[in-house]
């Protein structure tokens, strides 16, 4: 009588974050401990941290966030990508611009997301990372295509200034233009993210890349480089 062999089932995913912003680590740990392809293998706050999780056994997939309190995610990358040479980096930020990006990919990340996705949309973005996927926000993929086009045109010394009215209009997303709004007009955060129906974490996601991008760290700085630049209706 033959004997039928099934499938052996396929190994979880291992995941490691390291994240300061503990709402959405929260959030998207607690996902990952729910779904059955994954584990949570460990959790980090710090540069600090998430270096000496690093001596442990390796993780199939390190989400990395690159403004941690005491020093660059980058560094962890860097780290990660020599200790756990098997393991797939995906970094999940709010910084968007190219210096943070190339430094990222050339350290050694395969994905780069902006913290403009739900929790559980990340989920899709691990197991794509798993499988050998690039998971990569449009508008930063825009950004690497657009370096490397610059580089073969030989254009690297003649970039055009980023203070331009337009070009940094353009580089404000349709949301961040939103939340940018309600910030003018005096709405808190929990305000706005009742408002647009989104997570307060989510909003502040939004918030600290507005400021990054508006070379700002308030928001009555926000408010004025925002109508000086044009960016707000009058």
């Known amino acids: 009588m033959q004997t039928l062999h099934t499938a052996p089932e396929p190994l979880p995913i291992h995941v490691v974050i390291v994240e300061d912003d503990l709402g959405f680590r929260d959030a998207l740990s607690q996902i990952v401990q729910t779904v059955p392809d994954m584990r949570l293998a460990g959790m980090a706050s710090t540069r600090a941290e998430g270096l000496a999780l690093l001596q442990g056994p390796p993780a199939d997939v390190?989400?990395?966030d690159l403004g941690l309190p005491?020093?660059?995610?980058?560094?962890?990358i860097r780290a990660a990508a020599l200790q756990w040479p098997s393991c797939?980096?995906?970094v999940s930020t709010n910084f968007g611009d190219e210096t943070h990006?190339?430094?990222?990919?050339?350290?050694?990340?395969?994905g780069y997301l902006l913290k403009d996705s739900s929790p559980?949309?990340?989920?899709?973005?691990?197991?794509?990372?798993?499988n050998g996927g690039s998971p990569i926000s449009p508008i930063i993929a825009r950004q690497v295509l657009a370096h490397f086009r610059q580089a073969a045109a030989g254009k690297a010394g003649t970039q055009e200034s980023t203070a331009d009215p337009a070009t940094q209009q353009s580089?404000?997303?349709?949301?961040?233009?939103?939340?940018?709004?309600?910030?003018?007009?005096?709405?808190?955060?929990?305000?706005?993210?009742?408002?647009?129906?989104?997570?307060?974490?989510?909003?502040?996601?939004?918030?600290r890349r507005i400021y990054s991008k508006?070379?700002?760290?308030?928001?009555?700085?926000?408010?004025?480089?925002?109508?000086?630049?044009?960016?707000l209706a009058d």
């Open 101 to 110: 990006v190339m430094r990222s990919i050339e350290a050694g990340a395969a």
């Open 171 to 207: 580089v404000l997303s349709a949301r961040e233009k939103e939340v940018l709004n309600f910030i003018t007009k005096g709405f808190s955060t929990p305000e706005i993210a009742k408002l647009m129906q989104l997570s307060h974490f989510t909003v502040r996601s939004f918030v």
């Open 62 to 64: 390190l989400l990395v």
């Open 214 to 231: 508006l070379k700002v760290t308030s928001k009555a700085e926000a408010i004025y480089e925002a109508k000086t630049l044009g960016l």
């Open 120 to 130: 559980a949309k990340m989920i899709d973005e691990i197991r794509s990372l798993a």
């Open 88 to 90: 797939s980096i995906m």
């Open 70 to 76: 005491d020093g660059s995610g980058i560094d962890v």
